[in-house]
């Protein structure tokens, strides 16, 4: 069974209305961000954190891979504050590889072609969630 792409499974529910956080459609293991400009200003730092299952996460900004993980179980948080700009103007795309279990390479053909079979492969985005840390001066 692989969950990987499978249109039928579920997508990432959208922002509330007015959320500086927008998405497209998620296909289970990827998923594209837009980020309005605003969600930078005045703050300290911008995690975005990332529920997934799978073997890695990647995270993308106009092709360019700028963050990898290795799955844990833990979510993942991805400090946005050094790429804001480039976030503000081009957006982020996520993917998750496979975590494959069962796995092994079949050469019984008799003409020496090998392909990979794999009983299961597992690769989903549960959530995403941004989380804005902003510094507030106070008087004692």
């Known amino acids: 069974m692989s969950t990987v792409n499978k249109d039928s499974d579920g997508a990432l529910k959208r922002p509330v209305v007015g959320s500086p956080l927008t998405s497209t459609k998620v296909v289970n293991a990827r998923a594209v961000l837009k980020f309005a400009p605003e969600i930078f200003a005045d703050a300290k730092q911008v995690l ?71 009983k299961e492969q597992v690769a989903r985005i549960d959530s995403v969630e941004l989380e804005v840390i902003k510094r507030i001066e106070m008087e004692l």
């Open 48 to 118: 975005l954190k990332v529920d997934y299952e799978g073997d890695v996460g990647y995270a993308f900004i106009e092709g360019e891979m700028f963050h990898d993980n290795f799955c844990n179980g833990a979510a993942r948080e991805i400090d946005l504050m050094p790429h804001k700009e480039k976030l503000s103007e081009y957006g982020m795309y996520l993917y998750v590889s496979p975590r494959k279990t069962g796995a092994y390479v079949d050469n019984t053909s008799a003409m020496a072609a090998r392909h990979e079979v794999v």
